[in-house]
Nanobody, 117 residues
Framework: QVHLVESGGGLVQAGGSLRLSCAASGGIFRLNHMAWYRQDPGKQRELVAF???????NYADSVKGRFTISRDNAKNMVYLQMNSLKPEDTAVYYC???????????WGQGTQVTVSS
């Protein structure tokens, strides 16, 4: 069982920055693939960025060049640095952990990010 807790969301003006953090407990963190998703009300949850256990990263086209995902295996943490924020980045952001070679999938409770124009 993996428990995920997000933090760092808030209200920011367009062009500003936020850093989201996700604290993980349970399981073997360094083996997990980690990701950030976001969801706006009435829309499907979408993948924003992921980082594998081997530190390979990938990003949604809409955030490439603005967002950076990173992980600290010593602290069981994953981060999402968000720069040059736009109003369309407004959403609830969720941390996700996938256990390789299984169908196990865990989610945090989400943190609200609101970008004002």
């Amino acid at each position: 069982q993996v428990h995920l807790v997000e933090s760092g969301g808030g209200l920011v003006q367009a062009g500003g920055s936020l850093r989201l953090s996700c604290a993980a407990s349970g399981g073997i963190f360094r083996l997990n693939h980690m990701a950030w998703y976001r969801q706006d009300p009435g829309k499907q949850r979408e993948l924003v960025a992921f980082i594998t256990s081997g530190y390979t990263t990938n990003y949604a086209d809409s955030v490439k060049g603005r967002f950076t995902i990173s992980r600290d295996n010593a602290k069981n943490m994953v981060y999402l640095q968000m720069n040059s924020l736009k109003p369309e980045d407004t959403a609830v952001y969720y941390c996700n952990a996938k256990i390789p070679a299984t169908t196990l999938d865990y989610w945090g409770q989400g943190t609200q990010v609101t970008v004002s124009s």
